[in-house]
Every structure is written in structure tokens, then in C-alpha cells.
């Protein structure tokens, strides 16, 4: 029992749908950040769930990995192939199956990217409102539990999906869930392959929650005097009951980043970028108070934009902000924090985390989706220098130390991947152990995207 032996069956399967080819595995063996190209064995193209089972038979028969893929913009290394084996590039499988605009939900293939899905749903007067930023594919955002720059007033994808197909590590095809709005039927198999990262399963379907477009929209840009009181300001709109729709946070390097990879003209100086959604009064109304409040802690430069298009420039801005990050620095690695804390400590964890930046001897910058305590730091480094690569590392652990002191977790919606493995025991204690427990009984020969989220003896 070899990969060879598996390849070779899968090709008699797929024909030229498996891919051996030298820039097929190179691109998928490829991260959006810091980590080695690791290419698998071959690439599969399935197109249906029937043929992503006998791929996973095959590949059980001869103990060969198999690693799901979705668009390739996930940011802890979850789709590499640490062990080779068979990427399964789900990008063929990128159907909407069925909308169900008068229970608002919809059914999807995994291949199925989240802008695709809002241009499908354009005449509908529904979107689904997870928004990571990248336009990743739906599986792979539903396997890494995504959430985004909506997450303070949609949820994340652990909220907004709720029923999957998913094809098991000997090939059996399940669903979890079904379109009801709520279920008490025994184990919530939806929740636990949620977030799995292709460890438990590999999903062929999803059924989503949408949500109907707001009559009115209206985001700002606006500057403060110091971090703190940016991130007061933040946490007293929340405790306030006021419904962001986004509230974003970026310090003033990030700022300095924006100007000169988009252009801008931001005061070097920490920002808030917000947005709301709801009737022309419930907007209204949410701008005027969030104004009060940004005013006491002392915004300035206001900047509204209500024209889509000028909204679409603030968050296609803010989506591309690890690019920008990049051109603080072109040509060196970058290492992106995904930290998560209590609202009322997120001052404290900003604050520490910037005075760990001013002392490291590279660049970094700060931004995240501070209405739910989420927040990044980027880390600009010359892989090729010892010191900065030791720098680089220890930073990482003493902002996810700075995280679970806090009360928080070392990743709000980036997920374990294999960056983030080395902490799972200092989160979870004992129940890391259970969940290994979950992972033997469903993969018991450890074939299903083997060396991610869970350490098995």
C-alpha cells in the first residue's frame, strides 16, 4: 500500500482530471504567508460527490493523504501536504444548487466562492454576509470556521451554516443538518465538522443562511489621537447595544501601509473604519450615536461614504491589507497573529502587542475586527536572518501567551492549520486529547489532511 499504488488507480478513475504536472503541485503547495512550499503528490479535479468518495476510497485502501482545497487563501498553512498524497481541488465542484429565497437559505457545491454566491443572489434581495476578506470558496471557509469583517452583526461561519455533506475517511457520504431553523435529533455533526479543516471529512455541499440586503448602508473613516482611545471608543459602541455591521480597527503603520499600496490619504494615525446597516432612520440614527461616541474619545476627520462605490474603495482598501502590509517591506516573509479576546481587555492586548512591535527589529502592523475582540498583527520578516526569524517566533508566542491570559484564544477565525498547532494544548488542555479521540475514531489511519489541528501518537 503506496501513494504510488493510489495514484495510479486514481488516474485510471480520473483520467486527466488527476494532475501530476509540475506547476499544478507547486500551486498547491503553496501559503498565503510564511510557510515552505509543500506540494502534494498529484491533484484530483472531482466533480461530483460520488467521485470525491471513490477518490477517498481508493485513497484509504492505500493509506494515502488526502487534503482538501477551496481557493488556497488560507493563512495557517491547512492545505499543505506534509505528508504528500492527493490535493482534491474542489474548484469544478462551484454550483448553486437551489435557493430558497422564501426560507432564505441556499444550497452550494464547496467550489463555490462567496462573490460568486452574492452575484448569484443579486435579484433575490438576499447576500450571505460572511465576509473574510479573500474571496475564498465556501467549503474552505466553512472548514476553517471563517468569519470576517461582518462577524460582529452576521456571525461567523459557525452561525451561518447548517447542514453539510460530507464524505468520510472510508468514503462514506453523510449530511448533517438539515433546512430547519433548529433541531434537538441527537449530536450536532454540523458544529463538530465546522471548523475541522478537512481533518474529519471532506465536504461536498452546504447549506447557508442568508440574509436580506439592507435598505440603507452607510461606512466612515475616522482618525484618533492614540490607539487607546480608538479601541475605547470601540468597546463602548458595543456595550452601547449599537448594530455595527463592521467596526474595524488599524494602527498607524497600517495606515501608512494603505497610503502607499492603495493610495490613500489617511493621518498616520490610529483609524477606525465602521459601517451600518438597516432602514434610512436606523442608520441615521446608529451614525449620530456612534458620532457622540467617537467624539468624546476624540475622532477626527470624518469621512462618510454612503455611494457604493466609494464603499467598495474603503473595503476592497481594508480587504487587501496584508498586500499593503507587504509593501512596508517587499520581498520578505510575512507572519500574520489571529489573537481573540474579551471586549473588555482588547485595550490592554492592543496596546501590549504594539509596544511588542516597537521593540522587534522588523515592521508589523495592526488591524482586525475589533467588534468582536479579534485583531492581527502582521510581521514583516527576512526569513534569511536568523535573528528575526528567532524574533519572529517568539513574538508569536507571547501574543498568544498575551491571548490566553486575557481570557482569549491564539485564533479567532484563521483557524489551527500548523501554525497555530504548538498552542493547542496551552488552550485546550485535556480536551485537546478528546478531540485526537474524535479525530482516530473518524480517521483511524490518519489519512484525511494528516498533521492539522490534532496531534496523534
Known sequence: MTIEAALTELSTLLGARLSRSKP???????SETHFPLTPPDAVAYP???EEVSAIVQVCARHHCPVIGWGTGTSLEGHSLALSGGVCVDFSGMNKVLQINAE???VVVQPGVTREALNHELRATGLFFPVDPGANASLGGMAMTRASGTTAVRYGTMRDNV???QVVLADGRVIRTGTRARKSSAGYDLTALMVGSEGTLGLVTELTLKLRGQPEAISAAVCAFGDMDSAVNAV???IQMG???ARIEFVDPAMAEAFNLYAGANLPLAPHLLVEFHGSDASVA?????????ADDFGASGFDWATRPEDRTALWTMRHNAHYASQALRPGVRVLVTDICVPISRLAEAVEETRADIAAAPFPGTILGHVGDGNFHAELMFDENDADECAAVHKFSERIVER????GGTCTGEHGVGIGKLEYMAAEHGDAWAVMGDLKRALDPDNIMNPGKVVRLN
Open 103 to 105: 426560507d432564505m437559505d
Open 24 to 30: 499544478d503541485l507547486e500551486q498547491h503547495g503553496r
Open 47 to 49: 466533480s461530483t460527490t
Open 162 to 164: 447548517m447542514g453539510l
Open 235 to 237: 468597546i463602548a459602541t
Open 242 to 244: 449599537i448594530p455595527m
Open 285 to 293: 440614527q446608529d451614525v449620530d450615536r456612534f458620532r457622540e461616541i
Open 403 to 406: 491571548a490566553l491570559r486575557l
